[in-house]
């Protein structure tokens, strides 16, 4: 999918692609771009959360969105709290180049009755493992790939991300150690 030195221009945190707004070659672009496609999947009934930009501290090479349907959040209430659980798809968007990968989410918050956040977790979405999908989402990735590819975005499979890297690296990636650096890693890394 990616040439070498692509890999390493990726690696490097320098965008590639020849189409807007990848050529701009700026990432405000790409999230002034990627706005009207969170507009669209709203309009289609589709949730987005966007996950803090870079996680809240360094620096991520992707944007990562949980996306789902009403239907499978499930909501429990005691006296004392609310706790909201979805099922969805994690969705990792590059900064870099017009790629991305969908798989599996779980996240789960907790609030106080007064509306105050409690605590909260998610599935970390990490490993060429994570992409596979249950039938129960078949439907709604098609809908999110087709709404991605009219965006002009390539959808990226397991099989395009799980080779290991040809060539020696160092990523600034908190994701995996040196040893194990997969494709994904060049593409999608959180240096914290």
Not at 150 to 168: G, H, N, W
């Amino acid at each position: 999918m990616f040439s070498n030195d692509e890999l390493k221009a990726l690696i490097a945190g320098e965008m590639i692609g020849a189409i807007y707004p990848y050529s701009s070659r700026n990432e405000l672009e790409v999230e002034h771009y990627l706005k009207r496609l969170v507009a669209e999947l709203k309009r289609e009934k589709i949730q987005v959360i966007e996950v803090p930009a870079n996680f809240g501290s360094g620096y991520a090479s992707y944007f990562e969105w949980c996306c789902y349907e009403d239907e499978h959040v499930t909501v429990y209430e005691d006296e004392d709290t609310r706790t909201v659980e979805i099922e969805g798809l994690a969705v990792a968007i590059s900064r870099l180049a017009p790629v991305v990968l969908i798989g599996r989410m779980n996240r789960s918050d907790t609030y106080l009755k007064d509306g105050k956040s409690l605590n909260g977790g998610r599935t970390f979405f990490s490993q060429p493992s994570d992409l596979h999908i249950e039938p129960a989402f078949r439907l709604l990735v098609q809908r999110l790939e087709r709404l991605f590819m009219k965006y002009q975005y390539t959808i990226l499979r397991t099989e395009d991300v799980s080779c290991p890297i040809p060539f020696q690296a160092d990523i600034p990636t908190t994701l995996r150690e040196k040893r194990d650096y997969l494709v994904w890693d060049a593409i999608f890394y959180w240096e914290d």
